[in-house]
C-alpha cells in the first residue's frame, strides 16, 4: 500500500469548492485524463452515491467505480476508487482559510498482483498525478467563468 497526500489552496468559498468536487461528473472540466463520468445512483449526491468513470492511462482507457463513503458538507468527502489494478481509498478535507479553501487530500493506494511490487513508483506517480487534478481543479473554479453549483443534485 502507498500513501498519497497534499494540499491546495483555492480562492473560492468553502461550499463552492466542496459541491463542485462532490460531484464527480465535473471532473471532466479539471481533470485531462477523465474522458467520461456518470452518476449511477439515484438521489442526491451524499454517502453511498455512486459514479462510473473512464480515465486515460497511456495509451488505454481505465474504467472506475467511484463511491462516496463520506459526506461531511462542506468539510469532509471520502471516496473509495476501484479499478482492475488498483484501489483507492481516503477522502479530501475542506477548510476555511481567509475567505479561501484549504484543500487537503490523503488516499491509500493498494495495487493488485503484480502492480503491488512498485508501489513506491505508483505513489509517486499517485502524488504527481493529484497535485495535476488539483491544480486544474484550482484553474477552473477560480478562472473567469467560474461554475455555478447548484444544492440540486
Known sequence: MARVSGEILINRPVEVVFDYVADQRNELAYNPRMVRSEKITEGPIGVGTRFRATARSGRRAMEMLIEITEYDRPRRLGSRTTMSSVDVNGGLTFEPADGETRMSWSWEVSPHGPLRLL???????????????????????????????????
Open 119 to 153: 508501489a513506491p513508483f505508483v505513489a509517486r506517480l499517485g502524488r504527481r498525478q493529484e497535485q495535476t487534478i488539483w491544480t486544474g481543479l484550482k484553474a477552473r473554479v477560480e478562472g473567469p467563468d467560474p461554475p455555478q453549483v447548484s444544492t440540486e443534485q
